[in-house]
Every structure is written in structure tokens, then in C-alpha cells.
């Protein structure tokens, strides 16, 4: 059997450790990065939502101002796209 030199042996040891070192620091660094990637877009996300619900307020509010405004005219097209929509979904049986 063969043995091996103490001192070949440590240099590699070192270097295995070094390396290791190297790769856990790496992966701290790739986890923040990412960690402020998913905060940012959290952030744009929630922008976006809330700009989504501004526009359906808006949309909302319109739609009550035109039905309170012209009721015939609303009733008249709410029956027609009820009728459309009936006649379309009819036709698919």
C-alpha cells in the first residue's frame, strides 16, 4: 500500500478549501442579487395592480354616470348583448 506525503496533501486541502469558500461566498452573492430582483418586481407588481384598480374605479364610475344619465339606452344594450350572447351560445349546441 501506498501512502501518500502529509505535505502533497495539504496544499490540496487548502485549495479544496479555498474553493469551497469561494463558492459559498458566490452563492451569497447570487441569493441577494436575487433577493433584490424578487423585491423590485414585487414593487412593480403592486404599481401595476394598483394602477389596474384606478382604471376600474374610473371605468366603474363612467359606467354608473352613463346608466344614471341615459337608462333606456343602457337598458336597450343591455338587451341587446344578452340577446347576442344568447344567440351565440345557442348556436354551439
Known amino acids: 500500500m501506498t501512502t501518500m506525503n502529509p505535505d502533497v496533501l495539504n ?13 459559498k ?6 441569493k441577494e442579487s436575487v433577493g433584490e430582483v424578487v423585491h423590485n418586481e414585487r414593487e412593480h407588481l403592486m404599481e401595476k395592480i394598483e394602477h389596474g384598480k384606478e382604471k376600474a374605479r374610473a371605468a366603474k364610475s363612467g359606467l354608473e354616470t352613463f346608466v344614471r344619465e341615459k337608462p333606456v339606452t343602457s337598458l336597450m344594450i343591455a338587451a341587446g348583448a344578452g340577446a347576442l350572447l344568447g344567440y351565440v351560445l345557442g348556436r354551439r349546441r
Open 11 to 23: 496544499p490540496q486541502r487548502r485549495t479544496t478549501a479555498d474553493n469551497i469558500a469561494s463558492i
Open 25 to 30: 461566498g458566490s452563492i451569497g452573492d447570487i
